[in-house]
Every structure is written in structure tokens, then in C-alpha cells.
């Protein structure tokens, strides 16, 4: 049945901590837990695609676990603990329109090369990026093609914060996938708002004119990040 297979996975998953925790290993084979996952043994998967994976087969779990008529719905510790939002917004530098869809992220991607540190390569997944002469950005308000300035936007940052570490990269002399072997220090407290606020007042990004609310692209980087720390 559905609920006995949901509960073995469950216990897999627990098993899988339980040996990362307590085995004098560095490592753990979760074969069992593959399996238990319905998922090919003999594919490589992507750290990140697995652990998005897991955590989205966890919450159709709990949704779907059942229920006396009158009990409150379980909790859905899923997106409680590990759910953030952002935006990916593009602003006309002509007119300063933007709209930006926000969405709900499980982890966040930096990049490797380059980064010495985890709040450098943050700091560069946040950095603004310029769209200009042959990749003008199409403004639905001016109605016709402009420069723009491109950017992501921390709006709400969860509990638990997922980051995975982009070692791949396309090289585009050798049109091959090449990784990135760099070192990556970690420290044991990461200060988002003062590597977004640092991010987004990068120079040239003060270039970008406010919109209708009077925000530049720095402030809102700033108060997206300051919302993350509450």
C-alpha cells in the first residue's frame, strides 16, 4: 500500500541520518534509500536536483497523510523550515518599469569559480548584470527595446538555508562542461543582509532609476535581505 511505502521511505530517510551522524565514515551509500525512492541506482544525480527531489516527495507525504474528520491539517515542516522567496527582476533603465513574478525557492545556486569564500560567491549570484546593445531588454512600457539592469532579489529567506555550489560551467573556447575545483571557506555565521546590501550597491547599479515607489535596485536588495532576517 501507498501509506506502508510512505512510512518505509520515511524510516530511509531517517536511516540515512542516522549513519551520516553516527558512522565513523565520511561518506554514506544511501542505495537502499534509492531504491526505497524508486530512483536508478546507475544515474549520477545532481546534489541539488536529489535534495529538491526529497524535499518535495516529503511534502506530498505529509499532504497526504490521513486524517480523523476534525484534525487540523499536519505540519508542513517542508516549507516551514526550508521555503524562501525571490524574484529575478529586470529594470528598464529608461522608463524604470519592472515586474517582477516572485517565486518560492528550496535552495539557492552560487557559483564556485572564482569565489574564495561563501559570502564572495553569494555576493556574485546577487550582483547585478547589465542588458545592453545587441541584448537590450524589450520594455512592454516603452514598447520598444532599452538597456536594463538584471538582478535577483532576496524577499524572505528561510530557517534552514540550502545553498549548492555551481561547479559546472560551460566553457565556451572548448564549447565543453568544465568543473570547477576551486576552495570554498564557509563561516559559521552568514550575514545575508550585509552581503546582498554590498551586492547591490555595486558600482554602476546606482544607474538604475527608482520606480513608482521611489526604490532602487539597491534599496529593495536591501530590505529583501533585511526581511530574510526576520
Do not use: W
Amino acid at each position: 500500500p501507498a501509506a506502508c511505502r510512505q512510512r518505509a521511505q520515511l524510516r530511509g530517510l531517517a536511516l540515512v541520518f542516522a549513519h551520516l551522524g553516527g558512522n565513523e565514515r565520511s561518506y554514506h551509500k544511501p542505495a537502499y534509500f534509492a531504491r526505497l525512492l524508486q530512483l536508478p541506482g546507475h544515474v549520477q544525480q545532481d546534489v541539488s536536483e536529489f535534495a529538491r527531489k526529497l524535499l518535495e516527495h516529503v511534502e506530498v507525504v505529509i499532504r497526504k497523510q490521513p486524517r480523523a474528520p476534525g484534525q487540523p491539517a499536519p505540519d508542513n515542516f517542508v516549507s516551514r523550515l526550508f521555503e524562501g522567496r525571490h524574484a529575478y527582476v529586470t529594470r528598464c533603465l529608461h522608463c524604470g518599469y519592472s515586474n517582477p513574478p516572485e517565486s518560492s525557492f528550496l535552495d539557492l545556486q552560487v557559483p564556485v569559480k572564482g569565489c574564495p569564500s561563501l559570502q564572495t560567491a553569494l555576493q556574485r549570484s546577487l550582483e547585478p548584470s547589465f542588458l545592453s546593445d545587441d541584448n537590450q531588454y524589450a520594455c512592454s512600457r516603452c514598447g520598444c527595446k532599452r538597456d536594463a539592469v538584471r538582478f535577483q532579489e532576496l524577499r524572505r529567506m528561510p530557517p534552514l538555508l540550502t545553498i549548492g555550489f555551481e561547479r559546472f560551467a560551460f566553457d565556451l573556447q572548448t564549447l565543453e562542461r568544465r568543473k570547477a575545483s576551486d576552495s570554498v571557506s564557509i563561516p559559521d555565521v552568514l550575514d545575508v543582509r550585509a552581503v546582498a546590501t554590498a551586492a547591490a550597491t555595486m558600482p554602476g547599479s546606482e544607474a538604475a532609476p527608482g520606480d513608482a515607489a521611489g526604490c532602487t535596485p539597491a534599496q529593495e536588495a536591501h530590505v529583501g535581505a533585511a526581511a530574510a532576517d526576520r
